[in-house]
């Protein structure tokens, strides 16, 4: 069983910067590819970003088209932990933040194949 708690999130202004992250405990990160994914209010959650197991290709990472060139996701197995950098944010990347656990050794923007998953942090960009 794997239990993920997300933190860093809160309230900045547009152009700022956050970096979110997520400890996992009951088992070693590096065994599962992991993600980030966000849900703003009224809509459906979306995939964020993905880093592969480090068994799949130590650090292959995939990113939304929305938040290239501005976020990146890293992870630290000897933490246990997956970090998500924000930079230039934007009132459009406002939203719960999900971190999840997948099945999947490479990156995966697909939900359904995340078997556990954090309760979420708050981040919220004004304008």
């Known amino acids: 069983q794997v239990q993920l708690v997300e933190s860093g999130g809160g309230l900045v202004q547009a152009g700022t910067s956050l970096t979110l992250s997520c400890v996992c405990s009951?088992?070693?990160?590096?065994?599962?590819?992991m993600g980030w994914f966000r849900q703003a209010p009224g809509e459906e959650r979306e995939f964020v970003a993905a880093?592969?197991?480090?068994?799949?290709?130590?650090?292959?990472?995939h990113l939304a088209d929305s938040v290239k060139g501005r976020f990146t996701i890293s992870r630290d197995n000897a933490k246990n932990v997956v970090y998500l950098q924000m930079n230039s944010l934007k009132p459009e990347d406002t939203g719960i933040y999900y971190c999840?656990?997948?099945?999947?050794?490479?990156?995966?923007?697909?939900?359904?194949?995340?078997?556990?998953w954090g309760q979420g942090t708050q981040v919220t960009v004004s304008s």
């Open positions: 999840a656990a997948s099945w999947r050794l490479g990156p995966t923007s697909n939900p359904r194949e995340y078997h556990s």
């Open positions: 880093v592969a197991a480090i068994s799949w290709s130590g650090n292959t990472t």
């Open positions: 009951g088992r070693s990160l590096s065994n599962y590819g």
